[in-house]
C-alpha cells in the first residue's frame, strides 16, 4: 500500500478526579497559583483496583469499534508508554487482554510525552514498508505512579490516561501522515528524569560473587520546569516548519494545531511564536493536566467525539518531553 489513514480513536481515564482545591488540604498550594502558572484545574488519578493496562485496552477497544475492526485484523501494537505495569513491555498484556488471536508483533515505545507521535509516525512506516494493514497505537501514562506527592512543583502537574489511534493502510499516498520530524538531545536528560537507584536487599549471592547486592528502584521524578518550559517554546516551532517544509505545506493549510498537553502557557506561547489562530488550537488540559504519552490521543479523541475535528481536517501536531525528545507530524483525521 502507498499510504495510511487514521480510522479510529479512544481514549480512557480514571475514575478519581482530583481538584487543584483537593491538593490544597494536603500542600501549601493553591487553584489560583496552578491554574494561572499552567492551565490545569482538575486530573484523573488512578486508584483502587484500576491498572493502567485496563485503561489502555478501554481505549483500544473505543478506537477499535469506531474504525469497525475486530481485535483479529490488528497487525502490529504499539504500546506507547514510560509507566507500564511489566518491566519487559506493557504490549503483550494488552494484547492479550484485546483477545487478538492472530498474536500480531507488540512491543513498547518509550519516550515519554513524545512516545504517542514516535508510534503514530512509527505505523506510517510500518504500513509504508512493512506490509503493515491495521496497525492500533496506543498511549497510556500514569506518571502520579513516580511524582512525589510531597513535591508541589511537580506532582501538580500530572494526570493518568490512555488513548488510541487505530491507523490503515490505504491506496491515496497522501492521506494519514504525511511528513514528520524527530529529535532527541540526551544533553538535556537531566532538565527531566526519574533515575535507576541502588537500593539494600537480600541478594547475597551477588556480593559474594562480586556484584552490587541490590535491585534497583527508581528514584523521584526531577525535573526543572524553567528549562524544560524554554525547550519546549524554542524545539516545538522549529519542528513544526521542519515538517511543514517536509510536506511542503503552509500553516494557513493546517485545520487544527495539537501539541502534547503539559501547560496551557506553552501552548499559547507556541501558537502566538506561529502566529496561529487560537480558535483552531486543541486543548483540554484543564481536566485531565498532563497526562505524557496519553495526551495527544485523549486531546484528539475528544475533538473528534464532539464534533470539532472532522474528517479529512489536518492536523499539525507536536510531542515533546523527558530525553529530551522532541517530534511533529502533519496528519489528516
Ligand atoms: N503551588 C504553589 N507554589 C508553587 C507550586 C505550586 N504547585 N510549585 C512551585 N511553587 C512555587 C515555588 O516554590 C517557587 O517559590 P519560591 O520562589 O518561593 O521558591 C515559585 O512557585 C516559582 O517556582 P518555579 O518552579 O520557578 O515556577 P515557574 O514559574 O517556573 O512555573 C512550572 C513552574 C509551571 C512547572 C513551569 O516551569 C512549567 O510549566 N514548565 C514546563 C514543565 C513541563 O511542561 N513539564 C512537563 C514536560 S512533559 C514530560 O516529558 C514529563
Redesign the pocket.
Known sequence: SKGCKLVGCGSALPNLQVSNDDLTKVM???DE??SS??GIRNRRILSGNETLTDLAVEAANKALQMAKVEPDDVDLLLFCSSTPEHLFGGAPMIQKALGCKENPPAFDIRA??SGFLLGLISASCYIRGGGFKNVLVIGADS?SRYVDWMD??TC??FGDAAGAILVQACDSEEDGVFSFDLHTDGNGNRH?DVGIKQNETNLANGSVMGFPNTRPSFSDFQ?N??E??RF?VKAVPQTIEASLAKAGLKLSDMDWLLIHQ??Q??IDRVAVELEFPKDKVISNLENYG?T?AASIPLALDEAVRSGRVKKGQTILTAGF??GLTWASAIVRW
Request: with cysteine.
Open positions: 501549601d498550594t493553591s497559583w496552578i502558572r499552567t515519554a510525552c506518571i508541589k512543583r501538580v502537574l527531566l525535573m520546569g524553567s524544560v518550559f519546549a503539559a501547560n502557557r506553552i498532563n505524557s518531553g523527558a
